[in-house]
């Protein structure tokens, strides 16, 4: 079966940093994307791993542990316009297909 | 350079009323997919098209909804006698290709509302 699961909820503080995990379970496995998701907006692509390690973009970091099933993102500095959802997503491989298997998301609420 | 576009934005229809959800790729972007989102829930893969091919349908509910990727024009999700459980967001993604380490990127999505 396919299932993803990552925290439901979260909250930190301005300035801090927070980790949100995510774990999976695929039939397949070819990447898995960290995207941000304000309310009522697009999600928008933040991060890509595909291979186990940490990948760093400014303030974003990932990590992914194949053997494990398991991928954090990493957020340093918060500020107050990184409340949001971030959606942990993993490709689905097999056939022709390119799809994304997502997890439900955690809400994130940055606090003064 | 425009990113993914989706129209309309809003659509309210009523119960047994079809519905036209229309996505535009970013340019030079030739693979489209369509995920659905229901409220409190995650994004759902419903189908990935190429340029006039459907390549994956595997999410698409066996009636009432259907898709294309014309060589002309925007790809089209195409939803027939609408009922009150096909309320949701439903976001386009493209991307350059299908393979390797492609990034799929959303459009702002369209929310239907059946009353």
């Known amino acids: 079966g396919q299932n993803i699961d990552q925290p439901t909820e979260m909250t930190a503080t301005e300035g801090a940093i927070v980790q949100i995990n995510c774990t999976y379970q695929t039939s397949g496995f070819n990447g898995l994307f960290w995207y941000q998701q304000h309310a009522g907006e697009a999600p928008t692509f933040l991060s890509y791993n595909v291979l186990d390690g940490l990948e760093e973009k400014g303030r974003f970091s990932s990590f992914l542990s194949r053997s494990k099933g398991y991928s954090y993102l990493l957020l340093k500095e918060l500020q107050m316009k990184d409340s949001a959802s971030y959606l942990c997503?993993?490709?689905?491989?097999?056939?022709?297909?390119?799809?994304?298997?997502f997890g439900t998301g955690t809400l994130l609420a940055v606090q003064p | 350079n425009a990113g993914v576009m989706q129209n309309p934005r809003h659509l309210v229809r009523r119960r047994g009323q079809e519905a036209r959800l229309r996505c535009s790729p970013m340019?030079?972007?030739?693979?489209v997919y369509w995920y659905r989102q229901l409220p409190e829930e995650g994004l759902k893969f419903m189908v990935y098209l190429q340029k006039e091919n459907i390549i994956d349908e595997s999410g698409m509910p066996k009636e009432r909804f259907s898709a294309e990727f014309p060589k002309e024009g925007p790809s089209i999700l195409r939803i027939q006698q609408v009922v009150r459980g096909d309320s949701a967001a439903y976001f386009c993604?493209?991307?350059?290709?299908?393979?390797?380490?492609?990034?799929?990127?959303f459009g702002p999505g369209t929310r239907l509302l059946v009353l």
């Open positions: 997503a993993v490709r689905d491989m097999g056939g022709a297909t390119n799809k994304l298997i």
């Open positions: 340019k030079g972007h030739s693979h």
């Open positions: 993604a493209s991307s350059p290709g299908g393979g390797g380490q492609e990034t799929q990127y």
